[in-house]
C-alpha cells in the first residue's frame, strides 16, 4: 500500500471524501485556507503584495479564507470577477469583508503583484471554459509574477490534466487533500510547475482507497552477492530487427545489457544482421518461430518487428512462452488487428507486459489517439483490463497499471525522451530487470523511473531537452542505476538473492 503522500485519488473518492468529513463536522474549507495562508508564509514573507483571483465555487471560498487570515501582514487585493454560488465561500466572503479586506471589481491598471493566487477553479471543472473566462485568464497571464494555483490550476482539469480550452500556468500548485493524476499526466506537467500536498487535518478513516500511486522504484532486490556469475542474472531474449530496423533491436539489447541482465540475445528477423560490432556482447542469430523461448527467462518481442507474416509468426509463438513476456511496437499493432492474438494474449498464465505509446494504445482499444490523450488514467486501466496485462502506457507522466486498475503514475521525465529509439530502451531496460528477480510490475516500474530520470539528468547537464540519444539515455539509466544501489545499505548475505 502506498504511503499517503503518494497516493492517487479519483474524482468520485474525493467526493466521498468531503461528504464524510461534512457528516463528521470538519470545516474542510477553513483548514484549506489556513494550509494555504502558511504556505505562503513560509514562501513569500511579509509585506508582499498579494492578488488572490476568487471564483464562485469552494474554490473562491479557500481564496478568501487565506486572504483574510494575511490581512494586516500583506498588501492584500481580491479580483472576484463572477458572483458566488457556494454559501461556504459566502460565508468566507463575508468575514473577508467584515475584517476590513475590499474587492476590486477590475484588473485595469493595477500594480503587478509579488505573487497571483488562483482560486477560480478547483478540481471539479469539468467543463471547456467560455470566452468571457479564456479572456479574464489571458489577463491573469499577462501578470510578470509567480503564480500559486489553489489545488489545480483554473482552466486544467484535475484528473485528467486536459486544458479545458485554456488555463492559467502556475509556478506552484497546492494539491489539497490528496493528490490528483491530472496535475502529473497530459497537459498538467506544463500547467502546474512544483506541485505541493496539502493533506489537511483529516482522518485516515475518512480517506476511500486509493485508485493509484505516484510511482516509485524499488531497486534494493539488484544488489549483487561477491558469489555470482553471469547465470545469476538471468538471460533476456529480444525478438525484432527487420530489414532497415535493426537499430531497434539492437538498442533493447544494448540496453538490457547495461541493465544488468547475465546474457542478452537477439532474435532477427534480418538475416543480414548478425553481428553488433560496438556490442559483440550480444548474441544475435535468426528467428526459429519454434524456439523462440528456448533456454530464456524473459522474452521481449517487438523493437524493430515490423508487421509481415514473419512477424505474425514470431508473435504468435513469443504469447505461447510461459514466462515473463515484454510486448512492444509492432508487436502491437499485430495483436491490434488479430482477435486471436489478443485471446491468445488474454489467455496466458503469466500476464504479459505490454508498452504502447498513445497511437498504439488507440488500436488496441479501437479508438482515436486524442481519445486516449483525453483521459489516460482511462486508457491505460482499459488495456489492462481488457486484455489482462501489466499495461504502459508511455507519455507525459507516464502511466503503469495492473489488471485490477490500480495504477502508478510517474512523476519524471521530459521531452528530451521524445526521440526515436527511447521506446525500445524502455522495453529491454523492462527485460533487464526481471531477469535479475524483480517482479514483473517492479521491474516495469523501476525501468520507467530510470528511464525517466534519463532525461532529468540529461537536461541537468545539457541545460536542455534538445539532443538526447537513446544510447545515450542506455549510459544514463546504468550510471543512475549504479549510483543508486551504491547508497542503499547492503543487507546481510541471507537476504541477497540466491544463486545457483
Known amino acids: 500500500m502506498a504511503r499517503p503522500e503518494r497516493e492517487l485519488s479519483s474524482a468520485a473518492a474525493l467526493r466521498q471524501l468531503e461528504h464524510t468529513a461534512a457528516a463528521a463536522g470538519l470545516t474542510l474549507m477553513q483548514q484549506a485556507g489556513n494550509a494555504v495562508a502558511h504556505w505562503i508564509r513560509q514562501h513569500y514573507p511579509p509585506p508582499a503584495s498579494l492578488l488572490f483571483a476568487a471564483g464562485s465555487g469552494n474554490n473562491g471560498g479557500d481564496a478568501f479564507i487565506a486572504a483574510q487570515l494575511l490581512l494586516g501582514e500583506y498588501r492584500i487585493s481580491v479580483w472576484q470577477p463572477v ?14 469583508l467584515a475584517s476590513g479586506g475590499q474587492i476590486v471589481g477590475t484588473l485595469d491598471g493595477m500594480t503587478t503583484p509579488n505573487l497571483l493566487i488562483d482560486g477560480l477553479f ?30 489545480v490550476p483554473s482552466g486544467l482539469n484535475a484528473w485528467t490534466g486536459c486544458v479545458q480550452g485554456a488555463a492559467l500556468p ?32 483529516c482522518p485516515d478513516a475518512y480517506r476511500p482507497p486509493a485508485a493509484g500511486e ?55 528477423l534480418d538475416p543480414q544482421l548478425s553481428l553488433d560490432p560496438a556490442w559483440p556482447e550480444l548474441m544475435i ?19 524493430g518487428l515490423g508487421q509481415s507474416q514473419q512477424a505474425a509468426i514470431a508473435i504468435h509463438s513469443a504469447l505461447a512462452h510461459p514466462g515473463a513476456l515484454v510486448i512492444d511496437a509492432d508487436a502491437l499493432n499485430l495483436i491490434a488487428s488479430s482477435p486471436e492474438l489478443q485471446q491468445q494474449l488474454r ?46 502506457l508511455k507519455g507525459a507522466g507516464s502511466l503503469v497499471c495492473q489488471p485490477d486498475g490500480y495504477y502508478r503514475l510517474c512523476t519524471a521525465g521530459n521531452a ?40 532529468d539528468t540529461y537536461v541537468a547537464q545539457s541545460g536542455g531537452p ?12 546504468r550510471q543512475d542505476l549504479n549510483q543508486q544501489l551504491a547508497c542503499l545499505h547492503p543487507p546481510p548475505p541471507s537476504l541477497l538473492k540466491a544463486h545457483p
Open 214 to 268: 505516484l510511482l516509485a522504484a524499488n531497486l534494493a532486490p539488484l544488489q549483487r552477492r561477491h558469489n555470482s556469475n553471469k547465470g545469476s542474472f538471468g538471460c533476456v531474449t529480444i525478438v525484432g530487427g527487420s530489414s532497415g530496423m535493426g537499430g531497434a533491436a539492437l538498442l533493447a539489447g544494448r540496453a538490457a545489457l547495461s541493465l544488468g541482465a547475465g546474457k542478452v540475445r537477439i532474435r532477427s
Open 122 to 151: 478547483g478540481a471539479g471543472l469539468n467543463r471547456p471554459l467560455d470566452q468571457a473566462w479564456q479572456a479574464r485568464l489571458a489577463a491573469l497571464h499577462a501578470m510578470p509574477c509567480p503564480r500559486l494555483a489553489l489545488d
Open 83 to 96: 458572483t458566488i454560488t457556494s454559501p461556504q465561500a459566502m460565508a468566507a466572503q463575508q468575514h473577508y
Open 285 to 303: 542469430a535468426g528467428v526459429d518461430g519454434n524456439s523462440l523461448a528456448a533456454a530464456t527467462d524473459v522474452l521481449a518481442i517487438g523493437p
Open 466 to 477: 534538445i539532443g538526447l540519444r537513446a544510447s545515450t539515455s542506455i549510459t544514463l539509466m
Open 347 to 392: 489467455q496466458r498464465p503469466r500476464p504479459a507486459i505490454i508498452t504502447p505509446h498513445p497511437a498504439e494504445a488507440a488500436r488496441l482499444l479501437g479508438r482515436h489517439t486524442r481519445d486516449i490523450q483525453q483521459d489516460r488514467v482511462l486508457a491505460v486501466q482499459q488495456l489492462a483490463a481488457n486484455l489482462g496485462v501489466i499495461a504502459l
Open 416 to 455: 528530451a525522451l521524445a526521440a526515436a529509439g527511447q521506446g525500445d530502451v524502455l522495453t529491454g531496460s523492462i527485460a533487464a530487470l526481471i531477469a535479475q528477480g524483480l517482479s514483473d510490475i517492479d521491474a516495469t516500474c523501476s525501468a520507467v523511473w530510470l528511464h525517466a530520470r534519463s532525461g
Open 170 to 201: 502556475a509556478s506552484d500548485t497546492l494539491s489539497l487533500l490528496c493528490h490528483k493524476p491530472g496535475l502529473f499526466t497530459a497537459d498538467g506537467r506544463d500547467y502546474c510547475g512544483n506541485v505541493h500536498l496539502l493533506p489537511l487535518d
